[in-house]
């Protein structure tokens, strides 16, 4: 027992870590109504710029077009590096409030979840441009030493980062408890109109709460940097855990958040514990950690959610456009013809960038599915592609095609159960859960020698069917990769999944996934079963998704976890964006845009860069503020000469329900 207590002290640096982010969160959501996925980057990019700062003396500018490494002579001490990376933080904080967030408070939800991805994905790239993906460290700041727990010594710099978050979340509950601003701030997210007439900036209160939201993981951010390396993407989606611990506390109590936060990385620290002393059945071990806050996430929203909205909300949210797809069989022919084409006379890179494309596009279809036409926000339609996929590989010795049909039925399963909590909970609570769902799969699935095999490679038997080679290498024919007769095959599987999508739009089930999307009390008493109608939508999602999984199996052959990670889920799930979320158009777009696709090997980089990552971000931000509906809706865009949003002009009301 004494060594359980002692590896859950040891786990209290990394719980303040998470703590501030969930109270950051909880800041963010308190002051605007968004829950910023990009908290988790927004306090990498000032870690990293400090590093950097203590490193070489070069200043990182959070830009993009022009160099953004300014040289400012020798490695700095301390205390400027620190004030130059906060300094960083808040301006990023700012630019994205009022430049993103702010122009966006009267658009959908998954709009604003896409923005925020999308300042993910542009904070990452502008790490990644300047470090790489290699993790950095800094000098140890916090003091030193160790103290004796239990007959062990302990590292007291965990407890130093410990009582200053706790010392912050005392600052900052007196302040949103006693101050004429906190008390502003609570009322906004009731009425921002009421604020208004009170004489308060709604706008002003929103760019508050950012910067003290920016401050806080900022610091924590700096500080972090010594205990252990900041990776741009790990670190990045620590965020998980933070929106677990503000989740807890119920997105208002901060000193709850700062509890779970701690509680969570506790558990962590355990679990390592556990792992090696082999208490976990192997199965579990490769992500055991990961269960946390997954955990909390999918309690806290399941045990307070409801099964229909309040009655308070007469009007639903603004939605994206579902295009009703056309039926023109020259169009689809046309469609279907080009990539065709490619495969009988492309080169092999051409070849290799249609799978791609394809594999991407029955990918996005699933989201289509899901997010166009049901609402529900899914982060993890590439984990759920990895899972059938791996599925696969663990069916040796059972023939083509009744091995991808047994994989696709039980992705099938796991994504309709993955989708039970949305019995409860809908918009961006669901992003949440399945967003923390991606991790769990990545750490414990995809990394595990149970799961993925020995030496965590995973290898499929090719696909074979009457004697028809369909192999995507074949035999004897080294010449020839990818084989045309496999790029027929994916060709074949990516017409099945946008015909199926089409007709499902169509037909009385969609036109309930519709319903419900647009307002689920009204679809409720017109006598659509909800409940029914959501796990539906994720049982389809999930199977689109597990044919993606078994194409991409396919093309690989031998294969591991890599491509399949949470960070190329918010890639794929912002591509998806971009090309218009609500049509097989924009799934069509989407997969052309890809990494590896055909318009990147168009463009003579058939590898993708760190500036083409950083370019899918900000394309995504451009969209998220100026075409909602994704490229796909251009036709239908009529240009404004206002940049702003026009106050004079009826909007839509969007009810914000508290969580």
Known sequence: MTTWLLFLLIGVGTGALYGALGMGVILVYRGSGVVNFALGAMAMYPAVVYAELRKSGDLLLPVVLVPNRVELGDAMSFWPAATLGLAMGLAVAAVSYLVIFRQLRFAPLLTLVVASVGLTIVLQGLAVKSFGTAAVRSPAVLPAGTIEVFGRLVPVDRFWLLALVFVAMIGLTIVYRKSRFGLATRAAVLSEKGVTLLGYSAGRLGLINWMLAAALVSVVGVLSSSLGAVDPFNFSFY???????????????????????????SFEALSVHLISSRQIPGFLQGGFSSLGPF???VAVLTIGGRSLPNRAAILEPRQVNAAMPTTSPWVWGVVSLMPALLIAFGDGPMRLAVLQTLFVVVLLLSIVILTGYLGQVSLAQLAFAGFSAFMLSRMDGIPFPVAPILAVGLTTITGTLIGVPALRIRGIQFAIVTFSAAFVFEQLLFRSPSFVGVGGLADVSPPELLGLDLDVFGSGQRGEFPRRAHGYLALLLTIGSAVFTARLRSSPVGRRFLAVRNNERAAAAAGINVARTKLAGAAFSSMIAGVAGTMFAYRSVTFNGSGLEASRGLELFALGYLGGIGSIAGAVIGGLLAPSGLVVVLLS???????????????????AIRFPGGLAALSRYRPSLSLAPDSTKRRSLVVRQEQ
């Open 239 to 265: 965020v998980v855990p933070g929106l677990g611990a503000a989740l807890a506390g119920r997105m208002k109590s901060l000193p709850i958040a700062l509890f779970a936060g701690v509680a969570i990385g």
């Open 295 to 297: 955990l909390v996430i």
């Open 605 to 623: 980089s058939a590898e993708p860069s760190e500036n083409q990552f950083l370019g899918t971000g900000v394309a995504l931000l451009v969209v």
